[in-house]
């Protein structure tokens, strides 16, 4: 379908679609494999200048949207979306900055990160608090100017590898989701190390670690907006990035559509192609229908962010939904239809089965996701 992109965006677009052809594809089963991060890929996709389509005109970035975000996320998840974490995990660590930081805190951060040269990471997540985010017990104590964190992170995109964190802590435990303030805090800094590089089903060239704060003294120009903003803060984060976590769930699906699509009329079985039998042609339509239907929602989505929507957080959470859903289905469907060749590895829609299975999962599991859409449809119920 014909989504009316902007010449601009049909350029981006075909940039991500030849470097993820030419840089990912060679690479995607042995960075699978060993687990290695894609640091000569980033360097590349740096030299494009795709992480300055996330960045403000006025911090040396192009000043893209949502939209182009989820263009270059697509097309790169298409091929691998573990290595296409470095880029989409960048994104969520950034927005937080771009939208509620001040003036010197985005001269100081976003320039190196619009050209590719810092990584960036978003750390919410505990072993007690993921979905509520209420309980996070990594703890801000103010001394002076100065903030002191103890703590630890669990399962941080891009841990390790990033250098600029978008740390949400606690100031006052009394205040619930109330008391959490955001932080920016550098790799580097004395008190904050990482811990385990996890060991992953899927996505596994994507870096995923602990960070692990040890009286680590954040000066109190780090913070972001306010004290006590750090929830807010990471609500209107995630109604900017779940849309990309759909275009990722919309790329893997459609590489192992197109897997499938190539298999099915190459196979021979019973004296003609697989193509040729009406089970396994089904199959591929209602792949190719509900691919399309999860992408019209992603960037519809999209362009309702860019269009200065205030409040998203319904139409985030529905694109995150339906397409991580999709991709689960999308690919298990693809691995039936190469059958045994499917359940090997060096088929690729065996990775991209166990590489969909987290879109589900991260930013807010799909559970979470209907309980967003059933609150907010229920609220604007009570208004009709």
């Known amino acids: 379908m014909d989504y009316f992109f902007t010449e601009e965006q049909n350029e981006t677009r075909a940039l991500a679609r030849r470097i993820a052809e030419e840089q990912l594809k060679p690479v995607r089963e042995e960075l699978d494999e060993t687990g290695e991060f894609p640091w000569g890929i980033v360097k590349t996709l740096g030299q494009a200048g795709l992480f300055s389509l996330l960045i403000p005109e006025e911090y040396d970035g192009l000043g893209g949207g949502v939209t182009d975000f989820c263009l270059v996320t697509e097309e790169l998840s298409r091929v691998c979306s573990g290595i296409a974490l470095s880029y989409a995990a960048t994104g969520l660590g950034a927005y937080p900055i771009i939208m509620f930081g001040n003036d010197e805190q985005k001269k100081r951060f ?28 990594t703890r801000a104590v103010k001394d002076g100017d100065y903030y002191v964190i103890n ?20 100031t006052d435990p009394t205040k619930g989701a109330r008391g959490l303030t955001a932080f920016i805090v550098e790799k580097g800094m004395e ?19 602990e960070l692990v704060f040890t009286d680590c003294r954040v000066h109190k120009d780090n913070i972001l907006k306010r004290e006590g903003f750090g929830f807010i803060i990471t609500m209107k984060t995630f109604d ?8 990722q769930a919309v790329g893997v699906a459609q590489g192992a559509f197109e897997e499938a699509s190539k298999y099915a009329i190459q196979r021979v079985q019973f004296g003609k192609t697989i193509a040729s039998f009406q089970a396994i042609r089904h199959i591929l339509a209602d792949m190719a229908t509900k691919i399309e239907a999860a992408r019209a929602l992603v960037y519809s989505t999209a362009r309702m962010i860019d269009a200065g929507i205030a409040d998203s957080s319904k139409e985030s959470a529905m694109a995150k939904l339906f397409a991580s859903d999709v991709a689960m289905e999308v690919t298990t469907n693809a691995v039936q239809v190469l059958g045994g060749y499917g359940y090997m590895k060096e088929y690729p ?23 967003v859409i059933g609150l907010k449809l229920i609220k604007e119920a009570g208004k009709l």
């Open 349 to 371: 829609v065996e990775k991209m089965m166990r590489d969909a299975k987290i879109t589900q999962i991260y930013e807010g599991t799909n559970q979470i996701q209907r309980e």
């Open 240 to 247: 900017k990035t779940r849309p990309g976590i759909g275009a």
């Open 191 to 209: 008190g904050f190390d990482f811990g385990k590089k996890e060991n992953k089903m899927g996505i596994r060239a994507s870096a995923t670690r």
């Open 110 to 137: 976003l320039p190196a990160v619009s050209e590719g040269k810092r990584l960036t990471a978003f750390a919410l997540t505990e072993a007690d608090a993921g979905s509520d985010a209420a309980s996070v017990r």
């Open 151 to 170: 703590g630890t992170k669990q399962w941080i995109t891009n841990g390790g590898e990033a250098e600029i964190y978008t740390v949400i802590a606690s």
